[in-house]
């Protein structure tokens, strides 16, 4: 994402006004004075059950980037855990990192830090990978006895690698798109593009194939389109090129905020269907879409996947087919927000906040789990 925008936006804004303008419910904010990182907790909502949400870990420009990234972030998870039909809220974790290259030990410390304040927080936040961390970081982070820490390797428990579950939500929204579009949501020969080959991005390319859909890819790590394009054949579009493709399905798998004034304009896309979070840039973005006639699948309905695998693997006792279940509900979900949308002349977006609020409303407040065990 034109990573400079991001940071002019977020320099509009303090972090006094970011907080007085969001609706959430909590906000943890930690200096790191050994790596002079700043780790930042939000719990947006926690009405459904303790909020859940991933640790990120990356660079911002300043602390309000990093502030404005966790509060959207978390948002989104209420919505997402909502529409996905899980016990919890929505709540994420940001560590914002020096631009230099921490070393191994250092890193180490951070995440043990790191864990030791979730430990304090208690038992409303449940956290695992994210953008920039990986199963060994949680690891080190449940050895401080936090609890709720989810998505660690195998060997200490964890449900394993969330991006295929993650991939399946998408390729599901993509079906309903094709049939909400096209009369059918078989696959077969339609052309998607995908943004973004990484675990989440590169499962869905397989799904897609299989499916028989024709399928390009971008990626910016030479590694990925080593493997996707010169090893598996598959076609390749440069980064810069990715959002003039036309296809039926554009399908941003990495970056937020993919979705703006610049971008929006390009798409030469029917729909857009894709797993990475926040990906419109502002509010008025869903309506940009709209206005194009581009069918927009909100992020928080499609990429449910990875909070599904790990909350229903490895706390709520569901089985892989609950679990495929679930996520496949994907689906029928997107199907009631696009015929609802097209009904009532609002923005996709708009009618998936508004089905997540009913459902938020509705149900019964949680109260508090226990200690942990
Ligand atoms: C996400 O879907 O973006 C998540 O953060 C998933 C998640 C859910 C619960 C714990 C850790 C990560």
């Given amino acids: 994402m034109p990573e400079v925008t991001k940071i002019i936006r977020a320099k509009e804004q303090t ?12 906000v943890i904010i930690r200096f790191d004075r050994p790596t002079g990182a700043w780790m930042v907790i939000a719990v947006h909502s926690t009405r459904l059950g303790p909020a859940a949400g991933g640790t990120r870990m ?17 948002e989104g998870m209420t919505y997402k855990c909502a529409l996905a039909g899980l016990p919890h ?6 560590i914002a990192v020096p631009p ?62 969330s991006g295929p579950a993650t991939a399946l939500g998408v390729f599901s929204g993509i079906e309903a798109a094709c049939e909400h579009l ?15 080959a990484g675990s989440v991005g590169g499962a869905l390319v397989g799904l897609l194939r299989a499916a028989g859909a024709r399928v390009r890819f971008s990626d910016a790590d030479s590694l990925a389109v080593a493997r996707f394009r010169d090893e598996e054949g598959v076609e390749y579009v440069a980064p810069e090129d990715v959002y003039d493709a036309e296809c039926d399905i554009f399908a941003p798998c990495a970056l937020g905020g993919v979705l703006n004034e610049e971008t929006i304009p390009r798409l030469r896309a029917r729909a857009v269907v894709g797993a990475a979070n926040n990906q419109l840039r502002a509010p008025e973005d869903a309506e940009r879409l709209r206005a194009r006639e581009i069918l927009y699948a909100p992020d928080f309905v499609v990429n449910i996947g990875g909070a599904v695998v790990l909350e229903g693997i490895e706390s709520l006792g569901w089985t892989p087919a609950q679990v495929e279940e679930r996520i496949r509900g994907v689906r029928a979900t997107l199907k009631e927000i696009f015929a609802a949308a097209e009904r009532d002349g609002l923005t996709t977006e708009t009618v998936a906040r508004r089905l997540a609020e009913e459902r938020i409303e509705s149900a019964t407040p949680q109260t508090a789990r226990g200690p942990s065990a």
């Fill in 15 to 26: 972090v006094e006004s970011l907080l007085e303008a969001w609706g959430g419910e909590s």
């Fill in 58 to 74: 990356k660079v911002y420009a300043n602390l309000a980037a990093a502030v404005a990234d966790a509060l959207n972030l978390a």
């Fill in 89 to 94: 809220g929505g709540g994420k974790a940001v």
């Fill in 100 to 161: 230099r290259a921490l070393d191994p030990d250092e890193r180490r410390g951070l995440l043990l830090r790191y864990g030791s304040l979730i430990k304090q927080f208690g038992t409303v936040f449940d956290t695992g990978p994210d953008v920039g961390t990986s199963a060994a970081d949680m690891d080190v982070i449940a050895e401080t006895g936090a609890p709720y820490v989810f998505g660690c390797t195998a060997e200490r428990g964890g449900a394993g690698d």
């Fill in 182 to 196: 096209f009369g059918s949501p078989d696959l077969a020969g339609r052309r998607v593009v995908v943004q973004g």
